[in-house]
């Protein structure tokens, strides 16, 4: 049952998915409230209608970081998974009947030191939950302390902030991945553009020559069945110019072997690999020094509440490693 348990459990609220739960194009499950939140968070600037937004947007899956793309009806035009639906009345009938005494019990855990009394309180002085005569008689009577309920829903909530923070850090760092992607790629296509106009613009003059040469071929074996000796001697001399030049390539651009690579686009992402595996949140003790910085913390690292934040590499990775070719072709020299 555990188990079953952990797989009905929202990645937003955190909690057993809330009804009605809706399937993203991705196949994994929100409540359709918590799915609103998160649409409402991708997309600020939509029209809403009664906290709900009433056309087409973006954003991703929390869970697989897919980009889920909504139509007018905004969340509301998703599936709604009844499956799971089902499921979840199953197993909280079957969790009811099968043990409510023990269920209560965990849900209502007993102080150490007072045996009889729950704790109901919670010490904000030593960050500990606690009962009520702990705090009148016991060990925390001079402490500041909070209301179970509160201090719990306060915490779960900054998680959650916590959370999307995060999630908007590597969505940032997604996009500059992506938009390097589409650099990097551009370059490579651009030259493979020019190269292929080149050799389609050679191709084709190559074709026009070899054209004009059968020509002459052609006008060549006619001129050798001419049987008058004074028109065959007046028309022989133009005829060999022309095929003396035909036979001549030398007015033509030529391509050196090798021409067609492009092995000289390369990229060593190891160190960036390296880097990017030792993504881990700054330490509390950092916080200070990060407050005490240039304040770019959109290239860096930025403390988000409770002292956490995305750190960005120690090390700044190297740029990746491109030879720049020179985007005209080689060709030779024409001879005379």
Known sequence: MDNLEKQLICPICLEMFTKPVVILPCQHNLCRKCANDVFQAANPY???RSGSLTSGGRFRC????????LDRHGVYGLQRNLLVENIIDMFKQESSSSGPTQERKEE??????HEDEKINIYCVTHAVPTCSMCKVFGAHKDCEVAPLGTVYE???ENARRQKTKVCEKFDHLYSVLE????QMSQKVTAEQEEKVNYIQGLTKNYGDHLEESCKIVERGIQTMEETEMALFL??????LKKIEDASSTAHLDKVERGYEKMDHYKVDFRRERKALSNLNFIPDDDDENEEGGDGEAGEGARTVSGGAAVSAPPAQPNAPQQINPSLSPTRSTPST
């Open 46 to 48: 939509l029209p809403t």
């Open 62 to 69: 929390p869970s697989c970081r897919h980009e889920v793309v």
């Open 108 to 113: 209502t855990p007993m102080c150490d030191v």
């Open 154 to 156: 306060t915490k779960r």
């Open 179 to 182: 938009e390097k992607k589409r």
């Open 234 to 239: 007046q028309n022989v001399r133009d005829l």
